[in-house]
Every structure is written in structure tokens, then in C-alpha cells.
């Protein structure tokens, strides 16, 4: 795509900020007093449907104003300053409802001229946005004609042909098989990657998530439940795995670990230790020395997404 720019990140700023954010529909309260702070790269809205990941992002846009709380998008009020926001964003809805009977081309090339590119410039950008998303060859087709999976990829292109800074992506794997899915996370990670366009990707499926984002921001029953990247949303832990080599050597382990304050749940040869502090990973190597088990496994324990949203959404 050799006529796009690349945009500079924002980093050590927030993208986008909410202090105690509230937004109510008569007599419905969608959000209760949301907090939180994207930074760069591709961050998941993770929650599951129903829990106001659409309103939010709607709110991003400058199309909702919030009932309560401060919320800025690239520095910006969204609400009061909306089209100064709108310029610099991307954006691609969940719906799959799009013009049956207009090319990809045109659609993506008008998206881009109300994005307040001219009209020449908006139609190179169009051409090399389809490109890189893998449909060159489909660009003038109508986009009645195209499956599922194309009109997916024709909102990607539509969302970041005018490069814009932030790039808001609602469910864009919605209706895709394994296969198509897949292949649209690697497509957006490539864009934020090679690209330098920062993402925000609402999802409610945790594995996605997973898959490509840097950083996470969960919600449910109206909050945040957990938000920060996924390394610290997994947290580095002081839980210790330890795997002995010989059943006959758990119990004076546990009897040594005990000794030492630390809790040890058991699972066969398989002892998972929990302490105060970061010591216990040397505490369980020198019990496991002193009472001379063979150790098959010694490492931190790594929670996965799903144990972090299992346990704040419990």
C-alpha cells in the first residue's frame, strides 16, 4: 500500500481515556462508571454481548454523549469535538449491512472522501486498501455479490484507507468460519503491525483476544472488570508449578513447603505453591533439593485469559 502513510503512534499518551464514564437509556443504565486507558498497539473490549461494547465505541465516535464522567479520544472531548475525532479514526461496524448494488471500490472511495480526502487521493487509497486486504481482483465487484468474509474484509479497508490514528473494529470476525477468522485477526494484526495504526478490537470471544491483542479491557454489569496488558492481566504471579518425577516425594515436599507458610494444593505428582512474595519459586527449588525429588517441571504459573475473566466476571 505504497500511497498510505505510515501514522506516527501516540506512545506514553492515552489514546483513549474514561474516568468514571456513565451512560443511561431512560431508565436502563448500560455503564455504571467506567475507568480506563488504552494505550498503542491492538487492545481487545472484551465482555459478553449485551454488556455496552457497542455504546462505548459509539461514545468513542462522538455519537452518544456520556451521562456522567470525562471521556477523551486522542486528547478529545469525542462528543464536543466529534468531527475533529471522526477524521482521525477508523471505524468498522459490527452490522453487515452495506449498499448491495455499489463496487467495494466506490464504497471504500467514498468512505474516504468523508474522511476529507480529495477525491483523486481517496481513490488511489481505495484501490490500495482492497489490496492489502486481499481483495484486488474483487474491487469492482458489487458488494451485494461478495460472501460474509469479503464484506468483512471491504469494512477493514474502508476503516483504515484514509490512515487514520486509531482504527475502532466492533465483532470483525462476525459470521466467519475457523478458517476465515484466523485468517482476518492475522490480516489485523498486520495492519497495526507493519502499519503503525493503533486498534481497538470489541469482541466477546475470549480466544481472539488472546490471539493478537497486547492489552485487554473487560467489562461486565455495567464496569470494568479488569483492564492493562496481557502480561499484566495474567500477572507475573508467585504461584509456583512443580512436577515431581516420583509420587513417592510429594508429601515430604508439601510437608516442606508447608513449613515455609506457603499453600500447596496437589494434583498426583503435580504441586501448585502459593506464596506472599516472589521467593517462593527459589523456596520450592530448595525443598525439592533438600528432600531430594527428581523434578520433571518448576515454573511460575501463568493464568490464561479465560482464568482472568472467569475469575473477575465470578
Request: with cysteine; glycine share 12%; aromatic share 4%.
Amino acid at each position: 500500500m505504497a500511497a498510505m502513510t505510515t501514522v506516527a503512534r501516540e506512545h506514553g499518551t492515552a489514546l483513549v481515556a474514561a474516568d468514571g464514564v456513565m451512560k443511561r437509556y431512560g431508565s436502563f443504565t448500560v455503564l455504571t462508571g467506567v475507568d480506563f486507558v488504552i494505550g498503542g498497539g491492538i487492545t481487545g473490549l472484551l465482555g459478553a454481548n449485551g454488556t455496552g461494547k457497542t455504546t462505548l465505541l459509539g461514545m468513542m465516535l462522538g455519537l452518544h454523549p456520556t451521562d456522567g464522567g470525562s471521556l477523551r479520544v486522542l486528547g478529545i472531548d469525542p462528543y464536543t469535538a466529534g468531527a475533529e475525532v471522526r477524521a482521525r479514526l477508523g471505524y468498522a461496524p459490527e452490522h453487515h449491512t452495506l449498499p448491495p448494488d455499489v463496487k467495494a471500490s466506490d464504497f471504500v472511495r467514498h468512505v474516504a472522501e468523508l474522511h476529507g480526502l480529495p477525491k483523486r487521493e481517496a481513490t488511489t487509497r481505495a484501490s490500495d486498501a482492497l489490496w492489502l486486504v486481499g481483495l484486488g481482483e474483487e474491487r469492482f465487484r458489487p458488494l451485494g455479490t461478495m460472501s460474509t468474509g469479503q464484506r468483512q474484509r471491504v469494512k477493514l479497508a474502508q476503516a483504515i484507507a484514509h490512515d487514520p490514528s486509531l482504527v475502532l473494529l466492533d465483532e470483525p470476525t462476525d459470521g466467519l468460519d475457523p478458517v476465515q477468522r484466523d485468517d482476518m485477526l492475522a490480516l489485523i494484526r498486520r495492519v497495526a503491525t507493519e502499519y503503525g495504526i493503533d486498534v481497538v478490537l470489541s469482541s466477546h470471544l475470549l480466544d481472539e483476544v488472546q490471539q493478537i491483542c497486547d492489552g485487554a479491557v473487560i467489562i461486565g454489569d455495567g464496569r470494568v472488570l479488569a483492564s492493562g496488558s496481557l502480561e499484566e492481566l495474567r500477572g507475573g504471579g508467585s504461584d509456583i508449578v512443580v512436577e515431581l518425577e516420583d509420587a513417592a516425594t510429594v508429601q515430604p515436599v508439601v510437608a516442606g513447603l508447608q513449613a515455609r507458610d506457603i499453600a500447596v494444593t496437589v494434583d498426583g505428582r503435580l504441586l501448585v505453591a502459593t506464596g506472599q512474595d516472589d521467593r517462593v519459586f527459589d523456596i520450592a527449588r530448595d525443598v525439592c533439593a533438600h528432600a531430594g525429588a527428581g523434578i520433571t517441571r518448576l515454573s511460575r504459573r501463568r493464568l490464561s485469559l479465560e482464568d482472568v475473566f472467569l475469575e473477575t466476571t465470578s
